[in-house]
């Protein structure tokens, strides 16, 4: 494994493991407010008691999110030194701000957490608020580097260094707006779907599981809207990409040859040396039509850009399949329960819709892996795109394999603690609480 | 001094660290004390640790994201040559980071007393508890390792050969007798951190007076980790000698971190804790600013100054102005933190 590879795997790894823990931590907070706002409406305690346990996962997500993002701040520079001595100036803004973010989140979640008895209900309440609030405000921050790693602006390149650097320009790259809302909605679909797919499990067993109800409710309140507005916020976002990359469009669209009315590739297997993608369904002129709106317009293809600036075709094309099946599936069914729910019908009643949601409790996680090979996967050879290669931005630190397995071993270990510990607390439901159907 | 941009934005780096070692320093010394926790009131001592910190570390680890995130994007060159040549001790620091946070909130989901299953929750409890303290050991450690190496001024570009030596260049810089004795006078002034102010966390008198036991033990091994580091310094590295004994503000400084020192030994001889406390966090301030004065101009040296490596002037101004903004929020957040956690129970 060349120091590069190894670089990349090590960087890609704590991404992979970070990005669960950052979805959970912007996720999480909005379902204990939303939990703790009823139980003060309401009086209702089964509320209070779902706060409880929603604050105590969050705890553990949250402390696990802190220390694996200060991994990934130092990784920036232990990994890529070169891209950061130029970038920093460029977008170091939004990382500053988004260190305020996570103070803020960090400082209101200790209120949270450990103020319930010494704090008002009121106060308790806006704490919570914070959290959810600077969470969220922290993904805006990072995602908004990450769409200038894309779409990088704010800067003149000569000879190998940026001269008239304009942060304020940087942070308005034109990428950032659809790419923090397509993660911001994915952190609300993936934690609201998975946490509602714990409890469709749970009434399944026990349908009249006054907790699993409740549960249920406030899960889908904050996952299904947002699952249901994602396809359109990420058609948006490959029609930005068409644009502004090209190569990008063409790898996950499986898409080799310029044409007009180019077909949109359904599954498949790119085949890079032979320049075509076989076993593929073709929609006629569905890439021309999804990406420019227009049936005849011209896709470029693969074959038309140097071979030196391709990424990686078969794994950006195959995660791509993956964001956008197992997304359509989680808009399908948001949308036929945000429906049922409109209609005043009891979900529980339909076992169906239960196990559909079962089956997409892991589909936000898994799409949020996809997306986030699309996005990186898809930027290689770049670590800026069109202006730093990746491989120019290594560390001269030779042996790099030996952090990348150190680091892996110790995430996987970590990974395991925290789903048994999350495990742990989800079989400890509580058995009581029944009541009849409304 | 010339004070511009790069010099406020220094400043706040300084600022920075001073809270994360006043702060996030002493919830890594009750961590030391967690691990060295003795005597018939053993239970209790750690039970008071996590009452202590529990609350507070993750805002007080924070501080050491916002030194990172200036460094990159203020002094961004600073940056660069700190993580390619501290690239080991740093990744060592971020295993300790990452293990003392996980096992911090692992073992404080076990909580006490879990009924049929209490056995084995304290079993895994106890297990977690050893893992959150040894890492609170070896975190610090290496944090005075690296900053050692950054004083000595043994981070020198490259020469011809490149970075092909792969132990003059990552390793031999960092490895030396004064690096590992700022590592050990780092973990000493943590764990006196901790102890001091857990005499103002403690309500029971006995438990109290373990604390004070541990903070005088340690104000005495500070003194000693303090003059080895320094004798290190006079014997093997010229430059942090010459800083460090001339200049009468350099002994201005050794003055009154002196005088603070012995307040601190003083006033906790006499149980005056919260004196204690003001005088320890001084003590420990003023170490880590005689660092900071002995090598101004330097951030880096021998060759990364202020001024050299600064960002655009356009960065820097942008970044102080996102400072103010992101403290009017952050400081009355952090106050209203630290009265609702620190309140009540504070003692003479």
């Known amino acids: 494994m060349s120091d590069l590879i190894a670089a990349r795997s090590q960087m890609a790894m704590s991404l992979g493991f970070h990005i669960i823990f950052a979805v959970v931590g912007i996720g999480m907070p909005l379902l204990m407010v939303l939990a703790e706002r009823r139980w003060q409406r309401t009086g209702d305690r089964i509320y209070l008691e779902l706060a409880h346990r929603w604050a105590k996962g969050t705890a553990i997500l949250f402390a696990v999110g802190a220390v694996s993002g200060t991994v990934l701040s130092f990784e920036l520079g232990l990994l890529w030194p070169t891209f950061m001595e130029h970038a920093g100036p460029m977008i170091g803004l939004p990382f500053s701000l988004e260190g305020f973010a996570f103070f803020t989140e960090a400082i209101f979640l200790g209120l949270y957490l450990y103020a319930w008895e010494r704090i008002s209900p009121r106060a308790h309440l806006a704490a919570g608020w914070a959290v959810a609030v600077s969470g969220m405000l922290s993904a805006l921050f990072v995602v908004i580097a990450n769409a200038w790693m894309n779409a990088p602006v704010g800067f003149r390149w000569v000879d190998g260094r940026g001269v008239d650097i304009d942060p304020?320009?940087?942070v308005m790259t034109p990428a950032a707006p659809i790419q923090v809302i397509h993660m911001i909605l994915t952190a609300y679909a993936a934690t609201g779907l998975v946490v509602a797919g714990i409890h469709a499990a749970g009434l399944l067993r026990q349908p009249?599981?006054?907790?699993?109800?409740?549960?249920?409710?406030?899960?889908?309140l904050v996952g299904a809207p947002a699952a249901v507005l994602q396809p359109i916020v990420g058609d948006q976002a490959a029609r930005f990409v068409a644009r502004s990359q090209p190569v990008k469009l063409a790898a996950l669209e499986a898409h080799f040859e310029t044409q007009r009315g180019a077909p949109l590739h359904i599954g498949g297997w790119p085949d890079e040396a032979a320049g075509q993608t076989r076993w593929a369904l073709r929609i006629p002129y569905g890439l021309s039509l999804l990406a420019f709106k227009d049936p005849h317009a011209e896709v470029k293809g693969l074959l038309d850009f140097p071979r030196a600036d391709w990424p990686p075709v078969a794994v950006v094309h195959v995660a791509f399949q993956v964001m956008v099946a197992l997304g359509s599936f989680m808009a399908l069914v948001s949308a036929v329960a945000l429906w049922l729910t409109w209609r005043r019908r009891d979900l529980t009643r339909h076992r169906w819709l239960l196990r559909a949601l079962v089956l997409a409790a892991p589909m936000g996680f898994i799409c949020t892996e996809a997306g986030w090979v699309v996005t990186e996967v898809g930027r290689q050879p770049w670590i800026i795109q069109g202006v730093m290669r990746t491989a120019e931005a290594v560390t001269p630190m030779p042996g790099l394999i030996v952090?990348?397995?150190?680091?892996?071993?110790?995430?996987?270990?970590?990974?395991l603690v925290v789903a048994w510990l999350l495990h742990r607390e989800i079989v400890r439901s509580p058995q009581a609480a029944e009541e009849d159907a409304a | 001094m010339d004070v511009g941009p790069p010099e406020l934005v220094a400043g706040a780096i300084?600022?920075?660290?001073?809270?994360?070692?006043?702060?996030?320093?002493?919830?890594?010394?009750?961590?030391?004390?967690?691990?060295?926790?003795?005597?018939?009131?053993?239970?209790?001592?750690?039970?008071?640790?996590?009452?202590?910190?529990?609350?507070?570390?993750?805002?007080?680890?924070?501080?050491?994201?916002?030194?990172?995130?200036?460094?990159?994007?203020?002094f961004p060159s600073v940056f660069a040559r700190l993580a390619i040549m501290l690239h080991i001790p740093l990744s060592l620091m971020l295993i300790g980071?990452?293990?003392?946070?996980?096992?911090?909130?692992?073992?404080?989901?076990?909580?006490?007393?879990?009924?049929?299953?209490?056995?084995?929750?304290?079993?895994?409890?106890?297990?977690?508890?050893?893992?959150?303290?040894?890492?609170?050991?070896?975190?610090?450690?290496?944090?005075?390792?690296?900053?050692?190496?950054?004083?000595?001024?043994?981070?020198?570009?490259?020469?011809?050969?490149?970075?092909?030596?792969?132990?003059?260049?990552?390793v031999a810089?960092?490895?030396?007798?004064?690096?590992?004795?700022?590592?050990?006078?780092?973990?000493?002034?943590?764990?006196?951190?901790?102890?001091?102010?857990?005499?103002?966390?403690?309500?029971?008198?006995?438990?109290?007076?373990?604390?004070?036991?541990?903070?005088?033990?340690?104000?005495?091994?500070?003194?000693?980790?303090?003059?080895?580091?320094?004798?290190?310094?006079?014997?093997?590295?010229?430059?942090?000698?010459?800083a460090l004994t001339g200049g009468p503000r350099a002994l201005a400084l050794h003055a009154a971190t002196g005088a603070a020192a012995l307040t601190a030994i003083a006033a906790l001889w006499w149980r005056r804790f919260r004196l204690a406390r003001l005088a320890a966090a001084a003590q420990v301030a003023l170490i880590l600013w005689g660092w900071a004065l002995a090598q101004y101009p330097y951030l880096v040296p021998p060759d990364l100054t202020i001024r050299g490596a600064a960002a655009p002037r356009i960065t820097l101004v942008l970044v102080l102005w996102a400072l103010v903004a992101g403290g009017l929020v952050l400081f009355p957040s952090l106050v209203y933190l630290l009265r609702v956690f620190k309140r009540e129970h504070a003692g003479r």
């Open chain 1, 168 to 170: 304020i320009a940087a």
């Open chain 1, 208 to 220: 009249r599981n006054a907790f699993h109800r409740r549960a249920l409710a406030v899960a889908l």
């Open chain 1, 403 to 415: 952090p990348f397995l150190v680091f892996t071993a110790l995430y996987i270990g970590l990974g």
């Open chain 2, 14 to 74: 300084l600022v920075s660290l001073t809270a994360y070692v006043l702060l996030g320093g002493a919830d890594f010394g009750g961590g030391v004390w967690d691990l060295l926790a003795s005597g018939p009131r053993k239970a209790r001592q750690r039970a008071l640790i996590a009452e202590a910190i529990g609350p507070i570390w993750e805002a007080n680890h924070v501080w050491l994201i916002i030194v990172v995130v200036l460094l990159f994007t203020c």
């Open chain 2, 97 to 170: 980071i990452v293990l003392r946070g996980s096992a911090f909130s692992f073992r404080s989901h076990y909580g006490p007393g879990h009924g049929e299953e209490a056995g084995s929750a304290d079993r895994a409890s106890a297990h977690w508890g050893r893992v959150f303290a040894s890492a609170s050991v070896i975190t610090p450690l290496l944090l005075g390792i690296c900053v050692g190496a950054i004083a000595a001024g043994t981070l020198r570009p490259p020469g011809a050969s490149g970075f092909r030596d792969f132990v003059a260049t990552f």
């Open chain 2, 173 to 242: 810089p960092w490895l030396t007798p004064f690096g590992l004795s700022v590592g050990v006078l780092t973990l000493v002034l943590f764990a006196f951190l901790a102890a001091v102010y857990l005499t103002l966390e403690a309500r029971d008198p006995a438990l109290r007076e373990d604390f004070r036991r541990r903070a005088l033990i340690t104000a005495g091994l500070a003194f000693v980790a303090a003059f080895g580091a320094l004798g290190l310094a006079l014997a093997g590295v010229p430059r942090m000698a010459r």
